[in-house]
């Protein structure tokens, strides 16, 4: 059974730093589409970023520029760099694959896939 665990995250300063992890089991991270995803506080969970198998990326507005989606197929781990943190982005973050082959990324709720997810907290 495919598994994604996430790690990395924690309480910062408005203008801070994380880096996410999500270690990935039973599942190739080069060869199909990942993506992050967040759920605020008392809102819906939406897309972040993703990155699809030929190394395309897809952001979501609010953090274009800002956030960045990498992996290291060695490790079978996906990552999400967040610079300059706005308290905005305060949710429980969340990395997810889909099965099967996908060439273009994508931040839709088309994942078969999810991790538990890592609280991400920003204070003012």
């Known amino acids: 059974q495919v598994q994604l665990m996430e790690s990395g995250g924690g309480s910062v300063q408005a203008g801070g730093t994380l880096r996410l992890s999500c270690a990935v089991s039973l599942y190739a991270i080069n060869y199909g589409c990942m993506a992050w995803f967040r759920q605020p506080p008392g809102k819906e969970r939406e897309g972040v970023a993703g990155?699809?198998?030929?190394?395309?990326?897809a952001y979501a507005g609010s953090v274009r520029g800002r956030f960045t989606i990498s992996r290291d197929a060695a490790k079978n781990t996906l990552y999400l760099h967040m610079n300059s943190l706005k308290p905005e982005d305060t949710a429980m973050y969340y990395c997810?694959?889909?099965?099967?082959?996908?060439?273009?990324?994508?931040?839709?709720?088309?994942?078969?896939?999810w991790g538990q997810g890592t609280q991400v907290t920003v204070s003012s």
């Open positions: 997810a694959a889909k099965s099967g082959n996908c060439t273009i990324a994508t931040i839709n709720p088309i994942y078969d896939y």
């Open positions: 990155i699809s198998s030929i190394g395309g990326t």
